[in-house]
Nanobody
Framework: LQLVESGGGLVQPGGSLTLSCVAS????????MSWFRQAPGKEREGVSC????????NYAVSVEGRFTISRDNAKNTVYLQMNSLKPEDTAVYYC??????????????????WGQGTQVTVSS
């Protein structure tokens, strides 16, 4: 059971990146999915969550209006489109699945399958 993120990199402030998370060994279509991030010296934080069917999403206040989460269950993939990136978005980004429920949990609790992370650096 594996989640693999890709799409990270170095981008200038104001730029865009799209992260992808592909699952292998299990199908994502019954599970809510989230993106988390962890910056150096900071705790990991939930960034965005999407329900199993894709009909419900939520975002951290710090990224609302700039980031968009989506999923393609046929491709077993979840995406995070990140626009208007800021230096404070610099972090390792992780995708995660919660195999116990289809809807997004309160406060990003309970995710039990994690990817290895992909680095996003926003700098001029």
């Amino acid at each position: 059971l594996q989640l693999v993120e890709s799409g990270g990199g170095l981008v200038q402030p104001g730029g865009s990146l799209t992260l992808s998370c592909v699952a292998s060994g299990f199908t994502l279509n019954n599970y809510a999915m989230s993106w988390f991030r962890q910056a150096p010296g900071k705790e990991r934080e939930g960034v965005s969550c999407i329900s199993a069917g894709g009909g419900s999403t939520n975002y951290a206040v710090s990224v609302e209006g700039r980031f968009t989460i989506s999923r393609d269950n046929a491709k077993n993939t979840v995406y995070l489109q990140m626009n208007s990136l800021k230096p404070e978005d610099t972090a390792v980004y992780y995708c995660a699945a919660i195999t116990l429920r289809r809807s997004c949990p309160p406060q990003y609790q309970g995710f039990n399958r994690w990817g290895q992370g992909t680095q996003v650096t926003v700098s001029s």
